[in-house]
């Protein structure tokens, strides 16, 4: 053992931890963590998160030991929401430098009764805290309007103002899949664009901003989830030992004479979005069970490290502020990328170049168990064999710096618009090389030297070929039945034809959210409008067999199936509004308000269609009623899917 890894394990065995009892209820875990710099270039550090230090009652610390080469390796508590870390900081020429932080840690499930008053009290100094705006949650202007005029209107307590932005984060948002990491949490921007689409930061942030205008406390608490959800429900947990991507934050919110009261919204609709079969409903009964839950319960399958936000990291001079940040790495000259979603995308590159200080990587452990969760691992070889290597990189919910190249490269870049997400390193190294060049003439540059001319004909010419082929193979499958719509479209012109109407509806269209709640006034309305528009083609039911439906082409699709159902609201309203070309779909929409509230409803009932009950389809019969022939038919046909011989109708017709 190295001299500096002795004094710290010296360091260790001084400090007062103490061992969890066995307690009913109480899961115990050990989370490691280990952080790696390739490549490092001059003096490195790492900023590594540590749990919650303060016992609650649903979860407690045991104890937090480290081990590394770094010349300095201090825990720390950083800035006013004493956010805790383990700070690590390696001298010029220091070999594979490493730290690898151990935290073992007990759980249980929290839930508040809601309905019972108690004698909770916060300080006027906590008060303050937790009412007043960050740099991504602000508290007045647009947030407090909507939280006032549109969610919390005539909500007189803590406890109904909490409840009425709940249902609204959970009614009027989306979990887009898109979206990196946690999110940014820049709460503004989404009132302001109207896209109400992101992950856990954005959504639980947009809860505790509305809050927080209200004068309600309210807080972020960011973590990991550390095992699966006992309660059935599988995106709710890591699905294998591999937590790199099981990030998540939560939120809660202080109720006058009740205390602090958790929520969670963001999975509310998480569980919308990624719970098979996936794209649910309000009205599932998962979703129905996961809503009533999340308000006022969590289920502590996950790792709380901090409330923390505008974090100033020590020693990380040139970059800016972060939001709760689980992992840093850091070297000379500033470059310091989260771990997570911007890791993959970063280091391979950065590494190859001068101001770079290499790739990072992070490894995480973690060791449920009850009482003898740690002798049962140590029996598995937890010990001293190796380690099961699991990726973690516990990205934060924002990032502003992108501290890349040296200081002067990041001054330079500071001053021009930047879109959201990484520029290529490489990109970006050149340019700090051509100094005092144009920008424009710098990137020709870095361009001419990554491409020449010679790659770039056989790219072209590879491109031009794969494209040929493409149109000669879906011109021979086109034509194969002449211009007949009685030929089957092949799975080729199936998916090609979804590719393009996923391609030509609007990225803004796209991203619209059903303003008409799903009520049963709604779906009657709807109910009514697919009756005497929709049914004629797409049956009563929604299935698409009908003699107008099975005779286009392509056929009618069965609107009740994941294909139509995946679609989102606003690709489904647009269709609706605007028709697609050359399928026999037609555009409804007038372009007035009254036109868009019909096809808002009509998307509500294609939502409900799968769960259309017995009563529903004979108040369909009832509006849409099928013709003498039509009956035969439908019951010629069932009979012909029995077993029984066609008809002589049916045998005339498919000759």
């Known amino acids: 053992m190295k001299r500096r890894e002795l004094l710290g394990a010296a360091v260790l065995a001084a400090l007062p931890w103490r061992r969890l009892r066995a307690e009913p209820h109480w899961r115990t875990f050990e989370v490691t963590t280990r952080a790696e710099i390739s490549r490092p270039q001059g003096v490195s550090r790492a900023w590594l998160p540590m749990p919650l230090t303060a016992d609650t009652d649903w979860q407690r610390a045991a104890d937090s030991t480290w081990t590394g080469n770094a010349d300095r390796m201090q825990p720390m508590r950083v800035g006013k929401y004493g956010v805790p870390l383990l700070y690590a900081e390696w001298s010029p020429g220091q070999q594979a430098p490493f730290v690898e932080l151990t935290s073992r840690f007990a759980t249980r499930d929290r839930a508040v009764d809601v309905s019972r008053s108690r004698t909770a009290k916060l300080s006027s100094a906590e008060v303050a805290l937790y009412t007043a705006p960050t740099e991504m949650i602000p508290c007045d202007g647009l947030v407090r309007e909507t939280a006032l005029v549109k969610i919390a209107k005539g909500a007189r307590t803590d406890l109904e103002k909490g409840r009425a932005i709940y249902e609204w984060v959970v009614r009027n948002t989306l979990r887009d899949p898109k979206t990196r990491g946690c999110g940014t949490g820049n709460i503004k921007a989404m009132l302001e664009s109207g896209n109400l689409g992101g992950k856990c ?9 509305f809050a927080r205008s209200l004068g309600v406390p ?64 309000l009205e599932d009964p998962k979703v129905e069970a996961a809503r ?32 709760a940040p689980p992992l840093r790495l850091s070297g000379e000259g500033g470059l310091g990328e989260f771990l997570g979603d911007l890791v993959r995308a970063l280091p391979r590159r950065a590494a190859q170049h001068r101001a770079a200080a290499g790739r990072s990587r992070a490894q995480a452990i973690r060791r ?123 799975n080729f012109e199936l998916a090609v034809a979804r590719g393009l109407l996923r391609f030509g509806i609007p990225d803004a269209s796209r991203r619209l959210r059903n303003p ?103 108040e369909m019969d009832r509006l849409s009623p099928r013709s003498p022939d039509e009956w035969r038919e439908m019951q010629e046909d069932e009979a012909f899917l029995k077993g029984s011989a066609p008809s002589r109708d049916q045998r005339r017709e498919h000759r």
């Open 201 to 209: 930061a954005d959504l639980n942030g947009l809860f505790v901003g």
């Open 218 to 281: 309210a807080r972020d608490v960011y973590g990991i989830r550390v095992a699966s959800s006992a309660l059935g429900y599988k995106s709710l947990g890591p699905s294998t030992p591999v937590i790199s991507k099981a990030q998540h934050c939560r939120a809660e919110f202080f109720a006058e004479g009740i205390g602090w009261v958790p929520v969670d919204p963001a999975d509310v609709r998480k569980v919308i979005l990624e719970e098979p079969p996936g794209q649910l409903t």
């Open 292 to 323: 009533k839950r999340l308000f006022g319960s969590w289920e502590m399958n996950w790792l709380a490290y901090n409330t923390g936000h505008d974090i100033d990291l020590p020693n990380s001079k040139g970059c800016e502020r972060y939001d």
């Open 368 to 490: 449920p168990g009850g009482a003898d969760g740690r002798q049962r691992a140590h029996r598995k070889g937890y010990g001293g064999g190796p380690r099961p290597a699991l990726s973690v990189a516990a990205r934060p919910r924002f990032a502003r710096d992108r501290c890349v190249g040296s200081q002067d490269a990041a001054d330079e870049l500071s001053h021009r618009p930047r879109r959201r997400g990484v520029l290529q390193p490489r990109r970006r190294a050149r340019l700090v090389e051509h100094r005092g060049t144009p920008p424009g003439r710098a990137v020709a540059a870095a361009l001419t030297s990554e491409w020449n001319v010679k790659t770039l004909s056989i790219a072209l010419a590879l491109l031009l070929t794969v494209v040929l082929g493409a149109l000669i193979a879906g011109a021979a499958l086109l034509f194969r039945g002449g211009i007949s719509a009685k030929v089957e479209p092949t």
């Open 516 to 618: 008409e709640p799903s009520s049963r006034e709604v779906l009657a309305a709807g109910r009514a409008h697919f009756a005497d528009h929709c049914a004629i083609c797409h049956g009563n039911d929604g299935d698409g067999q009908t003699g107008m439906g099975r005779n286009l082409y392509p056929r009618v699709p069965d609107v009740r199936l994941p294909p139509t159902q995946q679609l989102t609201d606003g690709e489904l309203f647009y269709i609706i509004e605007n028709g697609i070309r050359l399928t026999g779909m037609p555009g409804w929409g007038d372009g007035s308000e009254e036109s868009g509230r019909a096809s808002w409803h009509l998307v509500a009932f294609i939502r409900h269609l799968p769960h259309l009950t017995p009563a529903e389809k004979l």
